[in-house]
């Protein structure tokens, strides 16, 4: 049996430790509060922030783990180098959990491999901010190199605009950098998320793209597959076995990509089930979350069925404690509907607390449907 610290323990992690459990592994829930998500269904939970390098130490020394599973990006990375480095095994690898925490490394790694991203330029001042911009060509997008979730993000119409975006992105960032991407506004047609496993014994393989759409920095529904020219396709794929290649290790990665009439654009990546593919519960016969445990296990995936399914997140709209949700029953009363209600313990506007999900034809507009009959008190 397999232990597994999991570092970071939301919905995500929740439905990862369930697909662990079912393959008989030992899971250990980390976060910096009770009662998370994944904490409700794993076999041990620590509670800590996994930005306190002390702290993770601690527990990678207390629990002797098979495999450090990361769920979130922000963890002090540099102590999962240097365990790795000891003979802990760090999923997919340490380098990449490193590498993606900050929007800067991994966007080097891509355009040092070829791969084609928005052009971008990095900024340490509202000065630096103002010169790359203009030499970019307006609009352009501003993001923390450190921050999730659209934190401190925003476009930059014109010159006016660039002492509001700095003023924001510096209230929006994680972490001592004082830095910014600038970057050219892709006018996507869609944009996809394209979920790449590096298997341990076998090639790396790929579901179906997954179309989405943002608001707020945050994904709101999700569908699969997304329809696109095989030659788009293939050109995404090519690109995302090259940088998870160069990422190394096993394990699920969600691939994000702009695409354009006749173009595919890189945006970024996380070397883990990624949010918008919560919709695979539902779309796939082997879920993201089945696909990464079997990946880090070692265990064959002989191959992956996709029907059409998506998912609408549920979000709550006011702060308070032990929600409850009305409407679940009216919801489930459509067939092809299911709901994933994560169990946070708090709410607060725009925490995203469970996700509709829906297959069969219409699937999107009935997830969404779904989705809006459902509220949080
Ligand atoms: N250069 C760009 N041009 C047009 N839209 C963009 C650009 N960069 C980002 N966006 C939009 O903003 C969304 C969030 O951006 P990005 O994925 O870089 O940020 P994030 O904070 O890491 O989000 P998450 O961590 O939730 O994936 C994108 O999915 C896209 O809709
Ligand atoms: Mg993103």
Redesign the pocket.
Known sequence: MKKILLLGSGELGKEFVISAKRLGCHVIACDSYEGAPAMQVADESCVFSMLDEQALRDAISKYQPDLIVPEI?AIRTEVLLDVEEQGFEVIPSARAANLTMN?DRIRDVAAGLDVRT?KFSYAESVEDLMAHAKSIGFPV?I?PVM?????G?S?AKSESDIQASWDYACQGMRGDRKKVIV??????EF?ITLLTIRQRNGKTIFCEPIG?V?ER???QYSWQPQQMNPESLKAAQEMAAKVTADLGGAGIFGV?F?VTKDEVIF??L?PRP??TGMVTLISQNLSEFDLHARAILGLPIPSIECIEGASAVILATKEGRNPTYLGVEDALGDKGIDVRIFGKPTSRPHRRMAVALASGPDALARARAAAAKISVH
């Open positions: 990006e929007r928005a997008v993001k921050s999730s979730s659209g934190k993000q476009v970057e050219e506004f892709i006018n996507f944009e989405h943002q920095g945050d994904y994000e702009f945006s970024e996380s990624h949010d």
